[in-house]
């Protein structure tokens, strides 16, 4: 059975000289939570509106369901969630009045959740969206999304406005109903320490390429800080060519795995020609390794 | 100096469109000046109302500026700019001086009666609230009253002029200092600047007057499944608020004007309906980026269907205000016994109606923040067939409602419909969200 929701196959878009996305392929299935990272103007938001429809792409394949926008059911799109990054709009209106309005396009539009998410998450109903703060904007616009009770979710940057507190918080239990619902999750963001917590594949979108596209329990177990002993200062050998981030100096070396090998680190460290210590990094700092390794 | 020189380079380059349309008005009332030999109130009249345009863009690059702190504890930033202000002001009020030379013998104050109305003008968007906007700029039409007690037409020149000074002693005061605005974002200051053009209010005081009808609305608000005509217009021109302004600013001109002047309304009501028009496309073209929240879930190719809704929606809204436009005219005209050709205003009004909804979905894939060739040409072009029909239609007021011209022109109308629907479908959803 095909499990995949979305297929995106030699995705190319260009802004005037500006090659965004480069014969892009990726591949997102059922119940998958992806983090999708990459550095501002790496092309995020360009693949998320292009994958939304909203932006025309010069070359590729995109379907999703199986279908091509063109072709696809009525019944899909109203199961796609989607909150974008640019989330000005409606100012004029009263919180029950914009989530009454918008959910006036989606005929599978729950009421009595929206009204749960809303307490939930502490909007008040009679606030006007123009004087939400940039959080709680942020939260209404995923209530709405979260009220069609969606199959596919579609978020792009969703938290970024919101303090460390309430975005851990928020986060987790948007997560937690996305799994009790079953729903394909894909979320753009830089706050990656919050992303390790919920996501259950990281995707790392670089030079118009998803270069790296790993589960994250996978990913976790294959990347450490290793610290190298020896009697003299170590050069990198032929063995270590895969570790990034070499630093000699008097007792060996330290450096970083940052890209999963063939062999586990267990593995790795047991076949060394030294003796090696192996501590785990965080997601943060591997992304700040790759990401720099691009630069 | 070269404070004051950065400081009348950023007055003027506050909105690149609302300065080209200037531009192009005052080159306007050049030619018309130097072409045609025009009496004192027809000469009087043009550049005075540059000269209230040129004002209210002034007041709105003044505000930007005054948002920041340096304002209030800095006076070399807030002299340089109002020397600034006034200084362009100046040279413009210089520029027209030849013009206004020739009626300096019905008073010398003419020359500088353009500088003295601007300054008020420009308050109708520095005023801080609606009340100094409406007061401050009434002032030298409420002076212009005293000529009907007896006092001579001079004195109130005069009178307007002191006025003024106290006026300009004011705003070296700082008496209108704004800082709460202080945090304006790019966005915030594009939907400013359309809401402004389109409405003379900005965006924060349309958004509280839409807010207090949208909670008097809120029940329509689910009328309707997956009805955009709350996404692409603001219920301030839904509800035709916008309309009901401008025929207010009709009734307003015509209360203090005597009956010669109230002639011009058949010239004024045909100038205003067009720009209502264009007030509802630039309203709407700002707002279209809301609907990315939900125009997935229309089906069609090239998002047809969801392109579709647009423009009933925006058809159906620009109808409704031109019915309440159109009725409430008459009705006023009927009421005061204005003394004018009925026939020929319904029918241009009418052509315009027409001519506008044929021609309107072009203006909806241009952008409307930035001046461009295509806008000009296409504001052009719109311009040059309601001119052209108008006056055709005023030399043969009969023929123009005989059946074969009524069909062949709602033929053509239905022809350049379907010509620039058709642009609309073609225009990509990117373009259609991005107002850049």
């Known amino acids: 059975m095909n499990n995949s929701v979305i297929s995106i196959k030699n995705m190319n878009k260009s802004y005037k000289d500006k090659h965004v996305l480069k014969d892009l392929n990726w591949e997102i299935e059922k119940g998958d939570i992806v983090a999708l990272l990459g550095k501002n103007g790496a092309g995020k938001s360009t693949l998320i509106e292009s994958i939304m429809n909203l932006r025309n792409y010069q070359s590729g394949e995109l379907t999703i369901w199986g279908h091509q926008w063109k072709d696809l059911p009525q019944d899909n799109r109203d199961k796609i969630g989607f909150v974008a990054q640019d989330i000005a709009g409606f100012e004029w209106m009263q919180v029950h009045q914009f989530l009454n309005y918008l959910g006036s396009f989606f005929p599978n539009w729950d009421k009595d959740y929206c009204d749960e998410l809303r307490s939930r998450w502490g909007i008040d109903e009679k606030q006007k969206v123009g004087d939400l703060s940039g959080g709680q904007t942020q939260i209404l616009h995923v209530i709405q999304a979260m ?12 938290v970024a406005h919101l303090d460390p507190n309430m975005r851990r918080q928020f986060i987790s239990e948007l997560i937690e109903l996305c799994c009790e619902n079953e729903t394909t999750v894909i979320f753009s963001s830089h706050i990656i320490s919050d992303l390790e917590r919920v996501a259950n594949k990281v995707v790392l979108l670089m030079d118009g390429k998803i270069q790296m596209n790993y589960d994250i329990e996978e990913l976790k177990s294959n990347i450490a800080h290793l610290k190298i002993s020896s009697d003299k200062p170590l050069q990198q050998s032929e063995y270590y060519k895969q570790l990034r981030n070499w630093h000699a100096y008097a007792g060996g070396a330290t450096a970083k795995l940052v890209f999963p090998m063939q062999q586990s680190i267990e593995e790795f460290v047991n076949n060394a020609p030294h003796t090696i210590e192996a501590t785990p990094i965080s997601l943060e700092d591997w992304y700040l390794e790759v990401s720099h390794e691009s630069h | 100096m070269r404070a004051i020189k950065t400081s009348i380079w950023y007055l003027l380059i506050y909105n690149k469109l609302f300065l080209g349309v200037l531009s192009v ?19 009087m009249g043009l550049i005075l109302q540059l000269f209230i345009f040129l004002g209210v863009y002034l ?21 340089s700019i109002l020397h600034g202000y006034f200084i362009i002001l100046f040279l413009a009020n210089l520029c027209f001086a030849p013009f206004l030379w020739k009626f300096s013998t019905i008073s010398p104050l003419i020359i500088i009666m353009p500088f003295c109305i601007s300054a008020f003008a420009a308050h109708l968007v520095l005023g801080k609230n609606v009340l100094y906007k409406i007061i401050i700029p009434a002032i030298p039409i409420l002076l212009f009253q005293a000529s009907k007690l007896g006092v001579g037409f001079n004195s109130v020149l005069l009178l307007i002029v002191v006025a003024s000074i106290v006026l300009a002693m004011l705003m070296y005061k700082n008496i209108f200092y704004q800082y709460s605005e202080h ?8 939907a400013n600047s359309v809401a402004f053009m389109t409405t003379g209010l900005n965006h924060k005081h349309l958004n509280k007057i839409n807010g207090v009808i949208g909670v008097l609305v809120s029940k329509w608000i689910m009328y309707g499944k997956r009805n955009l005509d709350w996404a692409v217009l603001m219920p301030y021109s839904r509800l035709t608020f916008m309309t009901l302004f401008y025929v207010l600013f009709i009734l307003f001109f015509l209360s203090i004007t005597d009956d010669n002047i109230q002639k011009m309304i058949g010239t004024m009501t045909i100038l ?33 269907q969801l392109k579709n809704r647009i423009l009933l929606a925006m058809d159906k809204n620009m109808l409704i205000n031109a019915i309440v436009y159109v009725g409430l005219i008459l009705l006023m005209i009927k009421l005061l016994g204005i003394n004018i050709s009925l026939d020929t205003l319904i029918t241009s009004m009418l052509v315009i109606i027409f001519v506008s909804l044929a021609i309107y979905p072009v203006f909806m894939c241009l952008s409307w923040i930035n001046i461009s060739v ?9 311009a040059a067939i309601l001119y052209k029909t108008i006056t055709w239609v005023s030399k043969n007021p009969e023929l123009a409602t005989t059946i074969p011209f009524v069909s062949g022109f709602i033929i053509c109308c239905f022809l350049l419909r379907s010509i620039t629907q058709y642009v609309f479908w073609q225009r990509s959803m990117e373009s259609l969200l991005s107002n850049k």
């Open chain 2, 374 to 382: 295509i806008l000009i040409l296409a504001l052009f072009v719109y």
């Open chain 2, 272 to 304: 205003i309906l067009p720009n209502l028009f264009l007030g509802l496309v630039m309203e709407s073209r700002n707002l279209l980026k809301q609907i990315k929240f939900f125009s997935h879930v229309f089906i069609g190719e090239n998002h047809k």
């Open chain 2, 25 to 43: 008005f005052a080159l306007f009332t050049m030619a018309v000046n130097i072409l045609g030999q025009k009496t004192f109130f027809e000469a």
């Open chain 1, 147 to 158: 009220s069609i009770r969606p199959e596919l979710l579609i978020l792009d940057e969703p």
């Open chain 2, 59 to 79: 007041g709105g690059s003044l505000i930007k500026l005054k948002r920041n702190y340096l304002w209030k504890i800095n006076n070399n930033y807030k002299n």
């Open chain 2, 183 to 190: 945090k304006t974002t790019a966005e915030q200051q594009k």
